[in-house]
């Protein structure tokens, strides 16, 4: 009876310090994001661009990713909010901004994505904007993605969104598993231009994005995405 009181004690503790706490994006992003910068700021000064990139996926592989995503709430340019605590599926967060020109074809592009991952994968567009500007746009994208805005200057609902912004500007892309957890960043979500080789390159980087989202814990996961893009 003693051992087996033993063993039970032994399994407890062994659980208890098994389960390592939760780190939340914004928690690790104000802790390391000063670094980051100043090897930036440096590395832009001496027109080293490429250190720049090698910077930013270090700081997302070592630091950002698998870190959880504290509840969001966001209003809808339709009206209400979304809690993306309450999303039951990985999510697409892309952040922009009206003052930057808004190409159709990025727009598209967009909203070809969440056509194609309907059902599986949400997609919400925020907007750091004023409602009525962004209701203006949300026209534009279709009925599989969710348009939700913030006016900075009134922003009262989550002090952790201005990290979405002021983090790596915009646009930027967060992907999101369905645990709440940082897959991937993307600080370039956008179209440079129209031509082919750019926007294949766009997909391809997406599609990238979300493989990791929905196959994060699958060994095999080629020949499931398919890009749309003609050459």
Known sequence: MKKMFTILCLGFALSVFSQEPKVYFDDALSEHLRTYNSKSDLAVKNKNIERVDILFDSLIQLHLKNTYVANLKLKKTTGGYINTDAIEKPF???TKKSCF?????EIKAINEIANQYKGKVEVIVLYWDKRHVAKKIARQYN???SVVYIDERKNKLNNALSAYKHSFGV???FYVTQNKQISSIDRKFYLKNIKSSTKKLFFENAYNGITQLMFKNETQNK?????NVNN
């Open 92 to 94: 697409l967060i892309i």
């Open 101 to 105: 020109i808004q190409k159709q074809e």
């Open 143 to 145: 009925k599989n993605i």
């Open 171 to 173: 646009p930027t892309c």
């Open 223 to 227: 020949g499931t995405i398919t890009n």
